[in-house]
């Protein structure tokens, strides 16, 4: 997609044009600045033509990367699954002990403070 030299806004920066693309990047000249952003990731929420809208061939770019983002994490949610199911710990998903554990805990811990 040819993005260079189209005038976009931004919600912080103002008004900028598309100096360069390169991959998954944009950079933008801003009156005081130039940004680098993740494109389509900045149309998103931040960042939308001069005229306020965004083309479809962005929202369609957008769509593809959310799906993509989606597929990653549907890919990554399996695969922890199936390790949970394996028996193996993953870091942050440790299994949380039943109630009957925590109570066992707590009593041991009374009688502890009572000797």
């Not at 990731?41 to 962005?58: H, Y």
């Amino acid at each position: 997609m040819l993005l260079n030299n189209l005038e976009v806004l931004h919600k912080s920066f103002g008004k900028g044009t598309v100096v360069a693309t390169n991959g998954h990047y944009i950079t933008v000249k801003f009156e005081s600045t130039q940004k680098i952003f993740v494109y389509p990731d900045i149309f998103e929420k931040f960042l939308t033509l001069a005229d306020g809208s965004v083309s479809e061939e962005i929202s369609a770019d957008l769509m593809a990367s959310k799906a993509q983002r989606q597929r990653e994490l549907d890919r990554k949610n399996e695969e922890n699954l199936r390790a949970m199911t394996r028996g193996i710990v993953i870091p942050g998903k440790e299994s949380i002990g039943t109630e009957s554990d925590d109570e066992e805990g707590r009593f041991k811990n009374n009688e502890n403070e009572e000797a």
